[in-house]
DNA sequence: TACATATTATAGCAAGGGCTATATTTTGAA
DNA sequence: TTCAAAATATAGCCCTTGCTATAATATGTA
């Protein structure tokens, strides 16, 4: 039986109940960015390519990950499943309009995360560095927080 | 053959070379604070019923995780073989030394956070949420210039 | 064109986090 | 003290990310 509905121990006060769920539902909902976490960075490494080259290969998005080749093929099979990305066999990778949007999503964030912290007096490399993480865990509002304090410096 | 010693194909400039690299490094490292992501949670969710409760059990943790018992059974077995907890079968969680540093240095950078995207002008709620997760991504630098700013405003 | 080399695919392994179903143990109330 | 209910453990499943080794394909160059 579920331990809120549990008499015997102690009582939590409403307000304490109210902020456990609130915590439930943060933790939930980090787990979810998590696995997105991944699917952010290939994306926008794949968009990075595709600027750059023209084409996204299996073995650059390797590199400069620092991952086997055989780890990127595999997501990239998910990634195709859940329609964000389009490949044949032996063929370069592209984007979908779905991919793009959330690629594009990510690289804005990113871009906002790494201008705020080094506005934060942050030194650069280390902004880039810590940006790639917190850029799958900032919600709209946050980034809008942090836009607002760009513009007013 | 690793792509970065590709003759064949364009040719980076050696900041771009530099640039790749340390990227590469940065998601390496994201990678492995996302394993350790779970660890925080769990530890700093451990400590927080040890000082409400004295103990914290199996089932609190699972209900304030919104996760199934077993899967905390299995973590905390997981954490228990890497020293961070103290456990006898059918009884209550206990952090070993190490266990209780990682909560405590989890905690500070989780109120930090708060405080820091509060002062930014976040709403309470969202920032307790974005907090959960932004946490396990900022460095000792980064979190330094937070504090700076609240110690200047 | 042929072939060496680079790239990609496939097979198979490990570990981790999630789940449900069920067995075992503890515990509080009658 | 007994025993039903709560808590915990265990078994067994799925899916994902990582790896290495190796097979298959593409491609540029001779
Ligand atoms: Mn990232
Ligand atoms: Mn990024
Ligand atoms: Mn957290
Ligand atoms: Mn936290």
Redesign the interface.
């Known amino acids: 039986m579920?331990?809120?509905q549990n008499k015997v121990?102690?009582i939590p006060e409403s307000d304490d109940i109210q902020k456990?769920d609130?915590?439930?539902?943060?933790?939930?909902?980090?787990r979810e960015?998590?696995k997105l976490?991944l699917n952010d960075?290939y994306l926008e490494l794949i968009a990075d390519l595709i600027a750059k080259?023209g084409e996204a290969?299996t073995?650059?998005i390797?590199?400069?990950?620092?991952?086997a080749q055989p780890t990127v093929t595999k997501v990239i099979a998910r990634l195709k499943r859940e329609g964000m990305v389009i490949s044949e066999p032996y063929r370069a990778i592209y984007l979908t309009d779905a991919g793009r949007l959330i690629a594009e999503k990510a690289k804005h964030r990113h871009q906002i995360i790494v201008s705020f912290?080094m506005a934060?007096?942050?030194?650069p490399?280390?902004?880039?560095?810590?940006a790639?993480?917190?850029e799958?865990?900032?919600?709209t509002?946050?980034l809008q927080?942090?836009m607002?304090?760009l513009d007013r410096i």
């Open positions: 579920n331990r809120t121990q102690q456990m609130t915590q439930t539902e943060a933790f939930r909902h980090n960015l998590r976490a960075d080259t290969r073995v650059d390797a590199c400069r990950l620092g991952v912290l934060m007096g942050v030194d490399a280390i902004a880039e560095h810590d790639e993480g917190i799958h865990h900032v919600s509002e946050t927080a942090f607002a304090f």
